[in-house]
């Protein structure tokens, strides 16, 4: 089987530690579960996200060099 | 009334079910007989229309309220129902409901651990925002699992639902014929290779004793249940049979109202505010007359609404009911009368059931109930709630005004002296709104309204205007009539983008068309063949102000779906510029100020040369260059393919045509908006629309047949390649039908031959065109007009000079009509092109009866396809804006939903709009060292600076029109705001 998260396409997904989770959501001033949702079966997740985690995503942009996005592991 | 009635906000929202009593409540009658009215046309009471109900005849007062006729909303009435019936909004519910609780102590199905289970998915799901129906679809199917119930031991049966509202439940019982089916199973199938059974072996095999066995076979003794199911094992045979029993309303409601609270608060029902047993009907509430008013007709004849045709329906059946249960009828006709009494209760809500035929009109009409009221495209909904019709707003056809600015709009002169705008009168307007109103409401800028301090509206009229005049002091307000300036919203539909709605200012004319700069066509998909638009009248400062700033048609001049301009020239004005720089003309001194004359141009620059006579002259180039930014300087590559080089706001070099500063990206236009603001560029766009149009005028420009028609010599060129094109289709369909066609790699040969005929075609119309084109001069107007991109294409000079070419059908030539053949003038299985639509003529020569047959097929066929892709874009486009229209962009810069979720954390990923943006590479800005200059510059010491960088605040996108985007000379221009 092909590991998609490994292709060069995917964006880095990491999990989020629990300090670093409470600043992003006072950032925003919003609860874990108004994030964006992902799926625990998610092939692009690291292997040791688990439902309930966040998850953070950097990708490539064009206009600004990385977009940052987090995303609340779902079942 | 609406103007004292402070407006609320509202905090929350509670759904759910009512209670009978409730009903009760709020009833401000019972309503026992289906008559409305009397003979004397007075509504009887306690019918339909009781005069408790509300009123609808003006002028008599509501016997509840003692309001009048529209101030009284009305008043819910009752009806007691003779028996219970199903609501049919809830069929589905009450179906879970009976499959997931116990049939004799109504409790749920699940286990302690199994509740709490759900009870938690229930809370994530809430939290999550998901759909909590998953959650007891999951309770209910594992609640069904159960054969027992965990607390009370009852065996449970299978509910079956017939649609609408009859339920059954389904018991396995014994089947009559029990003896019958075991003694031919017994039997034994030779052909099938089962063994006879002997009364012995079945005995040893059930472990039932043999002369119980022969009881069973004699039908003297049934089987119980577990030597049923021996038999069953052994004999691998079926012995039972469905034995249905229905479940009445009222059975319903006794199971249902035994159903514990904290029960169906593992269902996610809040038992507080809806209990299931509310889902039976024991009380039926009739609406307030107000919602099913009845019509006079012509003829003194009232005419009732649907709903209350429907309610005498329910009450007449009622009543029956009532007296065959009195009358202790039979069971069965009871039954008949409670089931009809579903039906119209049923239909009373919802008249579109399926499996249920709708309740008709006298007349076979279907009628419109409850919920059809709400439902669809006409429905309240989407009919009346998100769509209304206004006031304050016109609708007429549009035609063309060049000499309009592309901000203002021509309203004719009769919508300008019906519609109004609120003044406020002041001290410092006084004057000013008497003369409104001493106008009168005929004469233009008049006054159709005054309302007094006091509050009362009065109608200025031609009698008595000059008298109301002299009273109009501070503190009134003037509804006076749309004068110059005034600002207003101006809409097409279909409006699929915001720039479908953009405000203009007004200029009252004469005659009865809007009138709108023709560089305005764009954005609003207009042309002027009878199209029609709305305008609407803003009736605040707030929205004035905001149409002002916002909607402008020159704050839209950069379209946020491609980054560019979308209002810039078209069609006529792209020809004018290109016929004014291409060649570069010469023009005198009265013609350049001639060209100029509707620009802010009235000083011509020093004269481009002296020609041989002496004569000082200007050219095209430089007489363009006038418009331009002083500063402005530019380099790329053109329409044309070369370069167009302006230095110092001078053209230099190149071609100014779709490229340079048409709609759609026409960079100069684009650059100008970008670097010199929206006022500038909306200068701009105007005076090269006046200026093309100038110039357009003074060359002259028309187009006619002998403009594309060729010279005999190259029609015979013409038709020799087309010639040569039908001998190589020949000897391609003879290599065909001698089998010696080679086929290209995944086609069959007869692929493979229709591609390379349809190959050789192909190149015939290119061929002609390239001869064609040959023989046209540069200064032909249709050449003209394709290489500046004004309108058309070589395509179109092709088809018109050359040859029309091969018509398609679906991508391929035409193969339909007769059986092996398109018409009957050919042979069967005819290969040729001629046979298959590729015709030959041009439009100047005309096309033969079959090529024009053939012709429109494929001119058919475009047709078609418009009509499919604009209705099939339309039912996208309402899905998609259903789906992101409560997507908000925050101040911190994300992108929300209605509760806060996000969705983007940055608006678009970048935090950037798409118009403030420019794409280009090559302008690359280098954002850090302005930063750094600027601060360098305004700050002496490193503290100071540090100071002020410590104390920056995230961006917002309060204001989108920061300073950078005005004009940076002012005096150079002249505003027309």
Known sequence: MVDVSQHELVPEHTVLDEEVLEGVLSEYDIDRTDLPKIKRTDPALPDEAEIGDVIKIVRNSRTTDQAVVYRLVVD | MMRNSTPKDIGSINFGLMEPEEYREMSATKIITADTYDDDGFPIDMGLMDPRLGVIDPGLECKTCGKHSGSCNGHFGHIELAAPVIHVGFTKLIRRLLRGTCRECSKLLLTEDEREEFRGDIDRSRKLGRDLNDVTKAAIRQARKKDRCPFCGEVQYDIEHEKPTTYYEVQQVLTSEYSQRIAGAMQGDEEEGIERTTPDELAAKTDIDLTRINEILSGSFRPRESQRKAIEKALNIDLTDEDTNKLMPSDIRDWFENIPDEDIEVLGIDAERSRPEWMIL?????????????????????????LTHKLVDIIRINQRFMENREAGAPQLIIEDLWELLQYHVTTFMDNEISGTPPARHRSGRPLKTLSQRLKGKEGRFRGSLSGKRVNFSARTVISPDPTLSLNEVGVPDRVATEMTQTMNVTERNVTE???????????????????????????????????????????????RHLIDGDIVIFNRQPS??????????????????????????????????????????????EARAEARVLMRVQEQILSPRFGGNIIGAIQDHISGTYLLTHENPRFNETQALDLLRATRIDELPDPSGIDDEGEPFWTGQDVFSELLPDDLNLEFVGTLGDTV????????????????????????????????????ARI??????????????????SIGIDDETVPDEAEARIQETIDDAYDQVQELIEAYERNELESLPGRTIDETVEMKIMQTLGRVRENAGDIAEEHFDDDNPAVVMAESGARGGLLNLTQMAGCVGQQAVRGERINRGYEDRTLSHYKPNDLSAEAHGFVENSYTSGLSPREFFFHAMGGRE??????????????????????????????????????????????????TSPVMVSSGDENDIDVDHIADRVLDSEFESAEEREEFLGTKRRPTNLSEHADSRRVSDAPEVTSDD
């Open chain 2, 433 to 479: 709104a008497r003369r409104f109103v001493s106008n009168g409401p005929e004469g233009h800028p008049g006054a159709n309204y005054v309302r007094r301090p006091d509050g009362r509206r009065l109608k200025v009229t031609e009698k008595n205007c000059e008298e109301l005049a002299e009273k109009v002091d501070p503190g009134w307000e003037v509804n």
């Open chain 2, 496 to 541: 699929l983008h915001r720039m479908s709605i953009m405000a203009h200012e007004v200029v009252v004319m004469p005659y009865k068309t809007f009138r709108l700069n023709t560089v305005v066509c764009p954005p609003y998909n207009a042309d002027f063949d009878g199209d029609e638009m709305n305008m609407h009248a803003l009736q605040n400062e």
């Open chain 2, 684 to 701: 701009f766009i105007n005076e090269v629309s006046t200026l093309a149009m100038r110039t357009i005028m003074h060359f002259g420009f």
């Open chain 2, 282 to 306: 024991t009380v039926l509430p009739v609406p307030p007359v107000t919602a099913r008013p009845s019509i006079t007709l012509d003829n003194g004849q009232r005419s009732e609404d649907d």
């Open chain 2, 645 to 680: 080089v302006i230095e110092d706001g001078q053209l230099v070099e190149g071609t100014i045509a779709e490229d340079e500063v048409g709609a759609f990206d026409g960079e100069i236009v684009d650059t100008i908006t970008k670097v010199y603001g929206n006022t500038r």
């Open chain 2, 862 to 911: 475009g047709l078609v396809d418009t009509a499919v892709r604009t209705s099939k874009s339309g039912y996208l486009q309402r899905r998609l804006i259903n789906a992101l229209s409560e997507l908000e962009a925050q101040y911190d810069g994300t992108v929300r939903d209605t509760s806060d979720t996000i969705v983007q954390f940055e608006f678009g990923e970048d935090g």
